[in-house]
């Protein structure tokens, strides 16, 4: 991994914007009454630096409302505490732009050496934004699909999107309130995130952070509470690749997943390191990598989570929705030092924007390590796991057994947008693993408050499997045969 190269780049980075010149964005009448509309006065302040050779543009304390602009090379936007950058409410003031197809208050495509940093906050105002999109689209002056009531998410505007940028900086600032996904930086190289706080839970899509194709990241210190997935990494371009990166000290909150490789995943993921992370009251898993598109997920190590009222812990899959041939592939994943509590209820419950109510039957589903007969997940190591579970599945309510026409009456489900309950009912309450190669769990715990009349762990189409200082508690199980293999070869309980 290139982990030393991207801190040293980054640690560069910090270093020439402290040397930075800086210019005060009121000096070229940019208004902060959040009132006067002034994208067109930043622009210019944002052109002038470019052309003196760079610096800060600086906002002091106040709102100044804005539309949509381009960031350019050497220009840092510097927002000190008490300035917002405050999005206009006006859906006619965003850009939808030729070349990324999408939609954002802040672009830059295309730059280098570019930032935003201090302690101010950009403030999308996406719930009033996107309904009034919704209001001109049913009166015909907007054209979208309008698929669910909602405008598609790239027709909404995001408060961050950096296209094939090198040298980028994102330090210390707040993130509100976008009318889709809420950052994204696509194709960039040597990408430093620290220190963010992130509130973005106003609108359908509100993703925290989207990390797609980028090469070099050092995302740390971040706080995101979201809608939808909050530290999201994907890969769009069959052609590329999102690699490199480390991910340290983190704390997230979604209404779908925590940390998501995908769902779109047509190049992959490699060489990532994510150490100290919690997840909370988070709907769907904290920990999701799918390689659903064609893409490879291979050399991850994810080391000390704490996932706390959260729907599910792990879900590693392998389908086949949009691969066009191509051979998805995961392996050498490592997850390990991990806590985690799965609750009864629903995690998310009470928030504007909740993840959809599931479709019954349903027990409370297993972690699981899922991959294709012709595409199998291979070597995972699972080390230093406690997953506390509610258990109490319930075979008069919803029953899934152990005989070969029941495991095998399991659907793949290939083309299946991926979550851990897709598959509805499984027979196993602690973790289910299916078409797999090289597993090994080491020191491995699991807990289920109330007794459960399925096993803990399930395999089915396992090749090679290592069981080592495994321990099992549920009430009333006393001589209960807690990992049940099926169709499986090599499978060793130490």
Known sequence: MKIKVVLFICLFQG?????????????????????????????????????????????????????????????TLHLETGATLLGSTNPWDYVKDPYIKWMSMIFAVKQQNIGITGKGTINGRGFETANNMVSYIHRGLLVDPLKLDRPNETNRPQNIYFRECENVTIKDITLRDPASWNQTYDQCKNLLVDGIYVDSKSYWNNDGIDVVDCDGVVLRNAVIDAADDAFCFKSHDVNHICQNVVMENCVGRS??????????????????????????????????????????IENIEVDSVRSIHTGNVIFLRIGDRWSNGKQPMMKDIV??????EIPMDKPDA?????????????????????????????????????????????????????????????????????????FKELPAWGFYIRHAEGITFDNVTFKALNKDYRPAVVLDDVQGAKFKKMRFEEPESVGKKQIFPYKSKNVVIE
């Open 15 to 75: 270093i020439l914007s402290l040397s930075a010149k800086d210019y005060y964005v009121t000096d070229f009448g940019v208004k902060a009454d959040g009132i006067t509309l002034n994208s067109n006065s930043i622009q210019k302040a944002i052109d002038f630096v470019n052309e003196q050779g760079g610096g800060r543009l600086v906002f002091t304390s106040g709102n100044y409302l804005t539309g949509t602009i381009y960031l350019k090379s050497n220009v």
């Open 255 to 296: 209404s779908a997943n925590g940390l998501k490789f995908g769902t779109v995943s047509r190049g992959g993921f490699r060489n990532f390191k994510v150490k100290n992370m919690t997840i909370y009251d988070t709907y769907r898993s904290a920990i999701t990598f799918a390689a659903v598109d064609g893409g490879l």
């Open 335 to 340: 997850i390990k030092n991990v806590y985690a």
């Open 350 to 422: 009470g928030y504007n924007y909740e993840g959809p109510i599931e479709d019954l039957p349903r027990n409370i589903s297993p972690a699981g390590i899922v991959g294709l007969p012709d595409h199998k997940i291979q070597n995972v190591t699972l080390q230093n796991i406690e997953i506390v579970s509610v258990g109490g599945g319930n075979p008069y309510y919803a029953y899934r057994g152990l005989t070969p026409a029941e495991l095998d009456s399991i659907p793949e489900m290939r083309t299946a947008y991926p979550e851990f309950s897709q």
